[in-house]
């Protein structure tokens, strides 16, 4: 299971570096970034990508790490 970006996201060599470590290691990976700047997009094509489903849990400024 290799993410190599799709017809509808076309991502960097970096990026693609970055999550297929994560897959490999079956680590987490952080994607920080501005609103509007693909973050949700890469998840649910990475997801497609490699057949799993995505699970999604919004972050807000209120959240606690014991949630």
């Given at each position: 299971m290799r993410f190599k970006g799709s017809e509808t996201y076309v991502a960097t060599d970096d990026l693609m570096l970055?999550?297929?470590?994560a897959i490999?290691?079956?680590r987490p990976l952080l994607i920080k970034g501005e609103p509007g700047t693909g973050k949700t997009k890469l998840a649910e094509e990475v997801a497609t990508a490699i057949g799993l489903p995505l699970l999604e849990w919004h972050i807000k400024s209120t959240t606690k790490a014991q949630q």
């Open positions: 970055a999550v297929n470590a490999t290691l079956q």
